[in-house]
C-alpha cells in the first residue's frame, strides 16, 4: 500500500510541470506600413532593409531584411524573410517566411506571405504559430518603396 502511495505522489509532481506549461492561442490581427531603406542606411542587408509601424494586435514596430530576393523575367520576385515585431509593451516576436510577391505593374507588387513564428523575447519567448500578411507594395525598387499590408494569424504562448 506505502508503494502505491509513492507512486501516486511521484505520479502528482511529475503532472504538475506539464500542467504549469499549457499554452494559450489568441487570435492577432492588424496593420502594417513599413518602408525600404536606401542601401547606406542598412549596409550590412544585402538585399534591404524594412522598417515599419504595426498596428492592431502587435502594436508597435518592426523591422525585416530579405534573406534571399530572385526576381524573375515577368516582374515577379521570389523571396524569403526575417521580421521582428517590437510591441508598445517591449517584447519581441521573430518571423521567417517565403512567398512570391506577384507584380501588378511596374513598381507594384501584390503580397501574399506567411510568416512563421521562430522565436521571442518576453511574452513571446516560447511563442509558436503564424501570421498570414496580405497586401502591396507601392513603387517597389532597390532601397525605395513601401508596404502597406493587413496581417492575420495565431500565436500561442506558454502559461508559466
Known amino acids: 500500500m506505502m508503494r502505491k502511495l ?7 509532481m511529475a503532472a504538475v510541470p506539464a500542467a504549469a ?8 490581427s492588424g496593420k502594417l506600413n513599413e518602408f525600404i531603406l536606401p542601401p547606406s542606411a542598412a549596409p550590412n ?3 534591404g532593409r524594412i522598417l515599419g509601424t504595426v498596428r492592431g494586435s502587435l502594436q508597435g514596430a518592426t523591422t525585416a531584411f530579405l534573406t534571399s530576393f530572385q526576381p524573375s523575367p515577368n516582374g515577379d520576385v521570389k523571396i524569403t524573410v526575417i521580421d521582428t515585431f517590437s510591441t508598445d509593451e517591449g517584447n519581441n ?3 521567417q517566411g517565403a512567398a512570391t510577391w506577384t507584380a501588378v505593374k511596374p513598381g507594384f507588387l501584390a503580397v501574399d506571405l506567411t ?8 511574452k513571446f519567448r516560447d511563442a ?3 501570421l498570414h500578411l496580405l497586401g502591396i507594395g ?3 525598387g532597390p532601397g525605395t518603396g513601401q508596404f502597406v499590408q493587413e496581417y492575420r494569424g495565431t500565436i500561442c ?3 508559466q
Open 6 to 12: 509513492i507512486i501516486a505522489v511521484f505520479a502528482c
Open 21 to 28: 506549461q499549457t499554452r494559450t492561442c489568441s487570435e492577432m
Open 45 to 47: 542587408d544585402p538585399f
Open 93 to 95: 516576436l521573430i518571423t
Open 115 to 122: 510568416l512563421v513564428v521562430a522565436g521571442g523575447t518576453g
Open 128 to 130: 509558436t504559430g503564424s
Open 138 to 140: 507601392n513603387n517597389v
Open 157 to 159: 504562448l506558454t502559461n
